[in-house]
């Protein structure tokens, strides 16, 4: 699996990579714009994110900037549904607005800091993505 992580606190990023990557290949980014900018590089070269996981309180473009944006992406590169990537928002705010807006606007999954693997496990068998 490859996969897109998108964290701006070091030690949440280093944890993510850490627990992720017994799953495939992982990519970091420090903020949404990196994210959107690793994305379509992928996209564009071929080499498709199968999951992507978005904090959504990071400076600048936040994840949820980030979460319309990437859609936005995938329709403009007119990429086939089967090689769009699942996008996790991970956030440590529960606020139902937030989580709410995320699934509007595409999100597949929510998961809440501190995270709790097994939580996020599930998840990504939900997904269908382990």
């Not at 606007?105 to 599930?122: R, S």
Request: charged share 35%; proline share 3%; net charge negative.
């Amino acid at each position: 699996m490859r996969i897109l992580l998108a964290e701006d606190d070091y030690a949440s990023r280093k944890f993510g990579i850490s627990f992720l990557s017994k799953y495939g290949e992982v990519d970091a980014t420090v903020d949404g714009e990196e994210a959107i900018a690793a994305f379509e590089f992928a996209a564009e070269d071929g080499e498709y994110y199968d999951l992507i996981c978005l904090d959504i309180m990071m400076p600048g473009t936040d994840g949820i900037e980030a979460l319309y944006r990437i859609r936005e992406a995938e329709k403009r590169l007119k990429l086939p549904e089967e090689k769009c990537p699942k996008i996790i928002m991970v956030s440590a705010l529960s606020d139902l607005n937030y989580v709410d807006g995320a699934f509007e606007l595409g999100c597949d999954g929510y998961a809440n800091k501190p995270l709790d693997t097994d939580k996020f496990e599930d998840v990504l068998r939900k997904l269908e993505l382990i």
